[in-house]
């Protein structure tokens, strides 16, 4: 078992500063939070509260201090007052503890960064590696191991999927964590990287890009601690087919040491991280919101396709909205993406199966009237998928109500499960009126979107991460 | 106390490393700018150069289309009057292009050097049209921020203009990368503007500054 091993799959846990109980307020203690979601999340080693006030919580023993418990203790959880942590990080290295999680806040973060080395110091001689401080914590959900104090332990159950979830800030990584799930992401991790003071982020993208859990990286970040193993981290990801998806906050600042040149005013850091994002293939995102929909989208296509040999610089357009297809058209064209004319004999084919007056060429306006065919929607979106002058394939329904979402709902989930290149919906009608339709969709892992603009963004992420991956290929010929 | 190099040794330190520059000359009096007038070739720029003038312009210290000897001698007797023997002069081939170009390099403090390619001359700063790459680089980077930048078009054939030579812009970023990484006591480089005479890009005026010591 590695340091890192003891962190993710730990067999026995302390959880030090456990203990069971409610604030003034009326929300659990932060060792109660720890505690609970441990339990209630099913996992499966030991757990040993320490609480030296306390001689049993929730039904297990507690015990004074980390060396008074009887067997080993692979991870310790710290919720203590940041003072105590000293005394408790010694003990841990006493009882030979192989990885902690600070929890408690206190540290850097406020300025007290000299307490912060010393726990580092004292972790480091012992060999115990540290996640924190200032973090909510860790899960691993296909192994069931909830090692957190953020409420969105509260959601029951998880939903496990594809998306490594690192997080720099933890109240607001673990609302997107929920909202996420409640959208239908699934998680293989959530990790609140806290201070990063000995752990960062760029060694959880390292440790976790050979799990085969791990589809897709999404990224939460506020600095880079550690550039140059930060990018060999994400070129790892890229090596190993997984695309990293980013969000960095902070606004441009200018370099102070090159702000006499206008080359030096005209990079400022935010600039300087997207070019490091574009060099590297990373998918920079500068809508928070647009995070984790796009990390799902590249989960989802990747449990049926080969995401390195993906591309869609040429998008076929269905829908039955002449409207909605020239929104896709525009956006396409923004995205740099493009919308070619179909062949003359595809055109012809694709004349058989919708109304008279159906536009062909691409986008393919299939009409309203396609309603009265039985197959000819899916007759077209299938020759548009077959077409060898097409990549990927953008889906876009309108005013629809049930019974006909459930045909489309239905129907476009088989289209993507068949499909070999990428499926992405806009679904712009009322969900109100296709609550059998649209779930169906999501149920099927389709990616659908409220907008054209969004499922063209995420197109254009596709191409960016196939394009990288070509070159990486070109590299490794060379 | 941010320290430059001359005009003219900043544009051989990049000739060095594989830049275009402009043809140009040092000159000490009048008949010395005389002389490097003829061999360059008219028109020509005259400047006055010192490390006290940072701002030539502003200072009136840049004569530019100067068509025959009568005027570079004119021009040359104004620039050291002006500068009463702090300076010297450079003569410059005057090279005129609608299209300005720049390509700079600074170092971000966290991830190290930094080259810029984008839109060039007086305006730049204002319409802040760049696309960055961190070093090392290769030439896939160098030909892709030519195309990340919004002006783009101007690199094609555009108003009867023949296409830039986007390759020869390649190098020049590819050059100002290598600079940064083999001497990391300079601290910042701007070529601005580099022309595009014809197709061709040339450095006709350049900034290298220096790391504090």
Redesign the interface.
Known sequence: MTHLDALFKPKSVAVIGASQGTTATGSPKLGTAAMKNLIDHGFVGAIHPVNPRESELFGRRAWPSVTAIEGPVDLAILLLPAAGCIDAMHECAAKGVKAAIVMSSGFAEVGASALERELVAIARAAGIRVAGPNTAGFIDFHHRFAATISMVGEMQPFRSGGVAFITQSGALGGSMLGRGMEQGVGFSHWISTGNQADLSAADFLEYLVDDVHVRVFALFLES?SD?TRFIAACEGAARAGKPVIVYKSGASKV????S????????G?H??????C??HGLIQVDDVAELLPLAKTFAWLGERLDLRAQRAARVGIVSASGGICGVAADECERAGLEVPELSAERQAQIRGYVPEFASVRNPIDVTGQIRSSETGYQDTVRAVLDDAAIDAVLLLVTMVAEPRATFYGCEIGKLAAAARKSLVVTWAGPLSLASQGYPMLTNAHVPVFDSARAAVQALGAIERFGTYQR?LRLRKAL | MTRALGEFEAKQLLAAYGVPVVSEARARDESEAFAAAERIGYPVVLKGCGPEFKHKTELGLVHLNLRDAVSVRGAARALLDAMQGAGTLLVQRMVVGPREFLVGMSRDPQFGPVVTFGLGGIFAEALADVALRVCPIGLDDALEMQEEIRARALLGAVRGLPTVNTQAIARVILGVARLAMDRPDIDAIDINPLVVAGSEPVAVDALVLLAPT
């Open positions: 880079v550039p370099g102070a040491a090159a006499a040149s206008h080359t030096g005013a005209l990079a850091s600039a300087v991280f997207g070019a490091l574009r060099q070159r």
